[in-house]
């Protein structure tokens, strides 16, 4: 059983950086795949970034590319969301979540470990 607990979110204004963690507990964390979602108020949980077990494969959406880069240390069972340039648009709830796979997995219902979320308001 794998559990996760994100950190980092809060209020910032457009343009800002805000990195976002999730640490991880259980045994072989560096043998799960890893995402971040966001779901803003009345839509759908979307997908924004994946990364495999070992950080050398990696997806991001279209939205968030080149703004958002994401990371994990296998060492310290922590996965990072590092968002730079932030948009009001950005602004939802993110969650991490954990399958056991060496891939990236780009498909939400494959993810069957996650996190209860942490909230990212941008806004001026």
């Known amino acids: 059983q794998v559990t996760l607990l994100e950190s980092g979110g809060g209020l910032v204004q457009p343009g800002d950086s805000l990195r976002l963690s999730c640490a991880t507990s259980?045994?072989?964390?560096?043998?799960?795949?890893m995402g971040w979602f966001r779901q803003a108020p009345g839509k759908e949980r979307n997908l924004v970034t994946a990364?495999?077990?070992?950080?050398?494969?990696?997806y991001y959406a279209d939205s968030v590319k080149g703004r958002f880069t994401i990371s994990r240390d296998n060492a310290q069972n922590t996965v990072y969301l590092q968002m730079n340039s932030l948009k009001p648009e950005d602004t939802a709830v993110y969650y991490c979540?954990?399958?056991?796979?060496?891939?990236?997995?780009?498909?939400?219902?494959?993810?069957?470990?996650w996190g209860q979320g942490t909230q990212v308001t941008v806004s001026s």
């Open positions: 979540a954990a399958r056991y796979s060496s891939s990236v997995v780009v498909t939400i219902s494959e993810y069957d470990h």
């Open positions: 259980g045994r072989a964390f560096s043998s799960y795949a």
């Open positions: 990364i495999n077990w070992s950080g050398g494969s990696t």
